[in-house]
């Protein structure tokens, strides 16, 4: 039973340039969301994803946008990139949006910021 | 406002030994969820518990023991007897109101435990 699979697990940009980050769910679920982890500091939720639209957003400016699938894998896409966006980005998974659902997690894409 | 502080930055203990890690949670909701995950190198957050807030029974499960208190706020995990596998960064999570998976994370706590 595949879990939660990232890619790419590593890249480096340069400021300005745009990413592209891709995650497909653990088998059977349905609901994707993506969390930053800056280095040192716990997860910070970006948005969620279920039946192909944003359900709910973080306090993340609009260079972050996301999109899911038909297949229930997503996107995460990065704009104009800054510095300050290295990090380690988590996908994580669930069947349905309740909140009282545990959380599936990738190991995630590190992404550096030159 | 929702947080989660954990303010134990760092702990190292000796194989054997207990050691407790702390969290404190602010929340509004007098419904809400709480989470501890467990993240190695790896990366990958690991689930370990969830609890919510009208369950304040604590739980043992195996070396893992976890102690719930809405008086002060307070949901605290202890680890029996560590080994080096237990050796990780530890989160406190809290996930409030309606639905979907928005978890607040607290700042965690890196265990490491020496043999």
């Known amino acids: 039973d595949a879990g939660v699979t990232q890619s790419p697990t590593h890249l480096i940009k340069t400021r300005g340039q745009q990413v592209t980050l891709r995650c497909s769910p653990k088998s059977g679920h349905d609901t994707v969301s993506w969390y930053q982890q800056a280095l040192g500091q716990g997860p910070q939720f970006i948005f969620q994803?279920?039946?192909?639209?944003?359900?709910q957003r973080g306090n993340f400016p609009d260079r972050f946008s996301g999109h899911q699938f038909p297949n229930y894998s997503s996107e995460l896409n990065v704009n104009a990139l800054l510095l300050g966006d290295s990090a380690l980005y988590l996908c994580?998974?669930?069947?349905?949006?309740?909140?009282?659902?545990?959380?599936?997690f990738g190991e995630g894409s590190r992404l550096t910021v030159l | 406002a929702q947080k989660v502080t954990q303010a134990q930055t760092e702990i190292s203990v000796v194989e054997k030994e207990d050691v407790t890690l702390d969290c404190v949670y602010e929340?509004?909701?007098?419904?809400?969820?709480l989470f501890w995950y467990k993240q190695p190198p790896s990366g990958e957050l690991v689930f370990l518990i969830r609890r919510n807030s009208f369950d304040e029974q604590n739980e043992i499960s195996g070396r893992y023991s976890w102690n719930f208190q809405k008086s002060t706020s307070s949901f605290n995990f202890t680890i029996t007897a560590s080994q080096v596998v237990d050796s990780a960064v530890y989160f406190c999570?809290?996930?409030?109101?309606?639905?979907?998976?928005?978890?607040?994370f607290g700042p965690g706590t890196r265990l490491s435990v020496l043999p």
């Open positions: 999570a809290l996930s409030e109101k309606d639905y979907g998976q928005n978890f607040v």
């Open positions: 929340t509004r909701d007098t419904t809400y969820y």
């Open positions: 994580a998974s669930s069947y349905g949006q309740v909140r009282r659902g545990e959380l599936f």
């Open positions: 994803y279920y039946e192909e639209e944003e359900r």
